[in-house]
């Protein structure tokens, strides 16, 4: 048996170059993913910045949050103080007034209230008020502001025949005035005063809610001024 050749081919070996990578192309995309993230992360923080700036009002550090019920807009700010017995209660202030409109009326000194168990004055000369459609709902708001702060007042008034018929105390401002009193009447222009242990809220055009809703927030206000060192009990007393 005649044995084949078998020729073996000369394996030539080649080199294959190395395939160069455009680099640049790739930064460029990654630097374009980077900043699409960062744009699209600053986007939704305006979107959240802008919800929130329109559902807040922010009065001297005191931020309310706008609350719709029907066709009618609260604003609505909740504090925490100490009731008479030492706990701590929440309390739920609602105004019907942007705090911001509340600017305009002018309050001449700090509003403080009697020591706890004293009590206090609230003096109104109802003559002028019978037209307003809103006094009723007024009295009702500022008799619940003070009461709902353990603030206890007594009904007076600065008319002497109103106080005999009422079977109420006769208080007017113009005395020497020895309690805490707030004296309600109407007026040239709507302003919060003090003299001494007195307080006259003078009421124009009907503005006696806008004139409540005042004293109010300038309570608060106030209240958190000399409660300065607490951070959340503001005790308005």
Known sequence: MKKKKISKAKEEIHEVPEAKVDSSHFKKQFIIIVFSMVVLILLVLFVYWYLQSIQTVNYEGIKFEKQKYGKMIFYYYYYTLENPAGNVIKYNL????????????????????????????????????????????????????????????????????????????????????????????????????????????????CEILKAVEKWELQSLVDARKTEANKESIYSLK
Do not use: H, Q, W
């Open 94 to 205: 609602y105004f019907r007034n942007d705090p911001r409109s509340l600017r305009d009326i002018p309050v001449t000194g700090n509003i403080t209230y009697p020591a706890e168990g004293d009590y206090m004055f609230v003096s109104v000369n109802n003559s002028g008020f019978e037209k307003c459609g809103d006094s009723v709902l007024a009295m009702g708001t500022l008799g619940g502001f003070l009461s709902n702060n353990y603030i206890n007042f007594m009904l007076a008034s600065p008319d002497m025949n109103e106080s005999r018929t009422k079977n109420i105390s006769y208080i007017n401002c113009g005395g020497n005035v020895t309690k805490t009193t707030l004296l309600i009447m109407v007026g040239n222009e709507t302003k919060i005063t003090k003299k001494d242990k007195c307080y006259t809220m003078e009421v124009a055009n």
